[in-house]
């Protein structure tokens, strides 16, 4: 990988008379912390969801260990993706392009912060889960950020495979296993991954082409585009309220999942008829895209909220 444009973007020394508090905030930010918020809630929710209980310091340890592991993905991803991050809009501002990280100290930062993560949940809690938990951080930096992001329009359809790990570990942290349930968890956050990546990458779609990243619109067009987005929100329609049908949650929830799934088919209709000039079809992609956030946040927090009598129990304090 060269790193002739990173460097010809660095803008001043990593560190160099930085406050410490400026320094910390750098480091924070090469967790992606926007991106763990929704990996720790669907961590949680597979924590809430999955049968069994576990104790509220082990259920915390697990839930850590979640967000650290995805942080230093993260973390390692903006390592690998410095010289195309300095010549995107969207991540040109990022720590490592702005000079404000060295690379080989984030790269390392990602490292240590993944060992530290999958060693605290196999000792503390099972090896099952940290055994995904590892398995979720390679393939994220091996699979999609090294070998599939800029090599295939595919990238997002297998790649988001990383994303949809997180469920199935906070499920795993309670019952040490993969059962069908925690699987479709997985499946319903793999199934969302590419109309929500794509919602942005639409609006988005100069960026990755300037950089060589081939991204389906950049690639295929945005009218395939928009036709792939509104396949994957019909899949998701039935597909959602399923943890109703195999009895993870009550019926309130299935309804509620179909009903944000007519939604989110809805705005990719929207999508599909908008207009191909650049101008006019952004608000309705964008409209989409932040949709597609209420859209998981608010399955996951249905689950969790049609386990809420139960999780007195959950938590091992019921006796």
């Known amino acids: 990988m060269s790193d002739s444009v990173y460097q010809r973007s660095v803008t001043a020394a990593s560190g160099s008379g930085q406050p410490v508090r400026e320094q910390v905030q750098d480091y924070w930010d090469l967790l992606k912390p926007r991106v763990m918020t929704l990996v720790v809630f669907s961590g949680i929710a597979g924590l809430i969801v999955a049968p069994g209980s576990l104790h509220p310091v082990l259920a915390a340890v697990a839930i850590l260990c979640i967000a650290v592991s995805a942080g230093a ?124 990546f794509w919602a942005l990458s639409l609006y988005r779609c100069e960026d990755y082409a300037k950089v060589g990243v081939p991204m389906l619109p950049v690639v295929a067009g945005k009218a395939a585009t928009k036709r792939q987005m509104l396949l994957y929100t019909l899949l998701l329609l039935p597909l959602a309220p399923l943890p109703a049908v195999m009895g993870l949650t009550g019926w309130l929830y299935g309804v509620a999942a179909l009903l944000l799934g007519l939604a989110f088919v809805g705005h990719a209709l929207r999508v599909l008829r908008s207009p191909e000039a650049d101008g006019e079809d952004h608000k309705p992609a964008k409209a989409m895209f932040k949709f597609s956030l209420t859209y998981l946040f608010g399955l996951f927090g249905l689950m969790m909220l049609d386990k809420a009598p139960g999780l007195v129990a959950f938590v091992g304090l019921g006796g």
């Not at 991803?77 to 040109?92: E, F, H, L, Q």
């Not at 390392?108 to 099972?126: H, K, Q």
């Not at 390679?138 to 699979?143: I, K, P, Q």
């Open 73 to 196: 993905a993260g973390a390692i991803n903006m390592w690998y993706d410095r010289d195309i991050d300095a010549v995107m809009a969207r991540t040109k501002r990022r720590p490592i392009p702005t000079g404000r990280v060295e690379p080989s100290e984030a790269l390392a930062f990602g490292i240590v912060l993944t060992i530290f993560s999958v060693m605290v949940m196999g000792l503390a809690v099972n090896w099952t889960a940290a055994a995904l938990l590892a398995l979720a951080t390679l393939f994220y930096v091996f699979v999609y950020t090294i070998w599939l992001k800029r090599r295939t329009p595919q990238n997002i359809v297998i790649g988001g495979a990383a994303g949809a790990f997180p469920p199935m570990i906070g499920w795993a942290a309670v019952t040490g296993t993969v059962d069908p349930g925690s699987i479709l968890l997985f499946g319903l956050i793999f199934m969302w991954t590419p109309p929500h």
